[in-house]
């Protein structure tokens, strides 16, 4: 069974350890063979940029520390038992960004990164070799190659034309989303194609999931990228994806501040309207939205969408599992 999963960092990564655990039980039981489960997680790359000299890869870290349990659980980001010594030398040179914390064990995977980098790998090599370290489990790549940072166009009534625009990472962490949004745009599309290994990881999918990430910044990037969309709607597996939204809030993150900008409710069944219904042109074949939910699921039932409401909270790996299962219990009618 290959199972293809799209996921941005923090929501993606608990989606991701859910769906190993239930592959592992399904091994442990005999319900699967070892090894016939094989996950590629292809990662969001509009978080990813330059900074103090080296290239940082969020999303993707965040997923590689989760899946290798070196990640700092508290923060959501960053290498447990972190340091910062470097970013205290860092700011006093006033290099970087004093908001912007790159812990020392987080740093010396962004040198490997960039040395790499500069030897000629791709980002996509330089993902498989930074896996190596730790037995994940699952194989990560990051959507593109190509450097597509997403770009925040913000309201300012102090510029001429009213508006400035900033890295994601910028708005996100100084601004915590505050500033009010305007448009999001992924900077380098043109010309941007997929990973090796993306196209074919959807076309030879049994199953392709939808993390519970970020619609617009996050899921929003990879299908922006060109030739990955198009691949999701020729694939013949079946696409179910998991709702970000519970009760009309976010899960976690600042999606909140997203989805209006793209004209889309903070509602379960509004973002899945939003990738839409496949018979109807869209991406999704199933959608999974929380108990507390259950009208919005039968709402996009009555739409013609196969949509299921279960717990969607992952507070550790038995609700994480049960998600998991869920969502691949939705890929069969
Ligand atoms: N998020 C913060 O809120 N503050 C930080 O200082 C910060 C540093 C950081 C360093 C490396 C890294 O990979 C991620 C980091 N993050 C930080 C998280 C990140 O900015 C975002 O939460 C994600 O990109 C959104 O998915």
Same mark, same amino acid.
């Given at each position: 069974?290959?199972?293809?999963?799209?996921? =941005?960092?923090?929501?993606?990564?608990?989606? &991701?350890?859910?769906?190993?655990?239930?592959?592992?039980?399904?091994?442990?039981?005999?319900a699967l063979a070892?090894?016939?489960?094989?996950?590629?997680?292809?990662?969001?790359?509009?978080?990813? !940029?330059?900074?103090?000299?080296?290239?940082?890869?969020?999303?993707?870290?965040?997923?590689?520390?989760?899946?290798?349990?070196?990640?700092?659980?508290?923060?959501?980001?960053?290498?447990?038992?972190?340091?910062?010594?470097?970013?205290?030398?860092?700011?006093?040179?006033?290099?970087g960004w004093p908001?912007?914390?790159?812990?020392?064990?987080?740093?010396?995977?962004?040198?490997?990164?960039?040395?790499?980098?500069? %030897?000629? !790998?791709?980002?996509?090599?330089?993902?498989?070799?930074?896996?190596?370290?730790?037995?994940?489990?699952?194989?990560?790549?990051?959507?593109?190659?190509?450097?597509?940072?997403?770009?925040?166009?913000?309201?300012?009534?102090? %510029?001429?034309?009213?508006?400035?625009?900033?890295?994601?990472?910028?708005?996100?962490?100084?601004?915590?989303?505050?500033?009010?949004? &305007?448009?999001?745009?992924?900077?380098? !599309?043109?010309?941007?194609?997929?990973?090796? =290994?993306? &196209?074919?990881?959807?076309?030879?999918?049994?199953?392709?999931?939808l993390a519970p990430?970020?619609?617009?910044?996050?899921?929003?990037?990879?299908?922006?990228?060109?030739?990955?969309?198009?691949?999701?709607?020729?694939?013949?597996?079946?696409?179910? =994806? &998991?709702?970000?939204?519970?009760?009309?809030?976010?899960?976690?993150?600042?999606?909140?501040?997203?989805?209006?900008?793209?004209?889309?409710?903070?509602?379960?069944? #509004?973002?899945?309207?939003?990738?839409?219904?496949?018979?109807?042109?869209?991406?999704?074949?199933?959608?999974?939205?929380? %108990?507390?939910?259950?009208?919005?699921?039968?709402?996009?039932? +009555?739409? =013609?969408?196969?949509? %299921?409401?279960?717990?969607?909270?992952?507070?550790?790996?038995?609700?994480?599992?049960?998600?998991?299962?869920? #969502?691949? +219990?939705?890929?069969?009618?």
């Amino acid at each position: 069974m290959r199972i293809t999963v799209l996921a =941005g960092g923090v929501g993606g990564s608990r989606f &991701v350890l859910g769906l190993r655990e239930e592959l592992r039980r399904r091994e442990a039981s005999g319900a699967l063979a070892p090894g016939e489960a094989e996950v590629t997680v292809v990662v969001n790359t509009g978080d990813d !940029l330059w900074l103090a000299g080296v290239r940082l890869m969020p999303d993707f870290d965040t997923l590689l520390y989760a899946l290798a349990g070196v990640n700092d659980t508290e923060r959501g980001w960053g290498r447990a038992g972190d340091s910062e010594r470097v970013a205290e030398e860092l700011r006093e040179w006033g290099v970087g960004w004093p908001w912007f914390t790159l812990g020392d064990l987080d740093l010396g995977t962004h040198l490997a990164r960039t040395a790499w980098l500069r %030897e000629g !790998l791709t980002p996509s090599q330089v993902a498989a070799r930074l896996q190596h370290r730790w037995e994940l489990g699952v194989r990560l790549i990051p959507a593109t190659d190509a450097e597509v940072d997403l770009h925040v166009e913000v309201a300012d009534p102090d %510029e001429l034309d009213g508006t400035r625009t900033m890295h994601f990472q910028e708005w996100w962490t100084r601004y915590r989303a505050s500033l009010p949004a &305007v448009a999001f745009r992924q900077q380098g !599309l043109d010309g941007a194609a997929p990973a090796p =290994g993306v &196209v074919e990881a959807i076309l030879g999918a049994d199953a392709v999931l939808l993390a519970p990430s970020n619609p617009v910044v996050s899921i929003g990037t990879i299908l922006a990228i060109p030739g990955i969309r198009e691949a999701l709607d020729e694939t013949h597996a079946p696409v179910v =994806g &998991v709702s970000p939204i519970i009760g009309g809030a976010v899960v976690r993150g600042m999606a909140d501040a997203c989805l209006p900008v793209i004209g889309v409710e903070t509602d379960a069944a #509004a973002v899945a309207r939003h990738y839409g219904r496949r018979a109807g042109g869209g991406l999704l074949d199933g959608w999974l939205v929380d %108990e507390t939910d259950a009208p919005a699921a039968a709402a996009l039932r +009555a739409d =013609g969408f196969r949509a %299921e409401a279960v717990p969607l909270w992952m507070r550790d790996p038995d609700t994480s599992a049960a998600l998991a299962a869920a #969502a691949l +219990a939705l890929t069969t009618p």
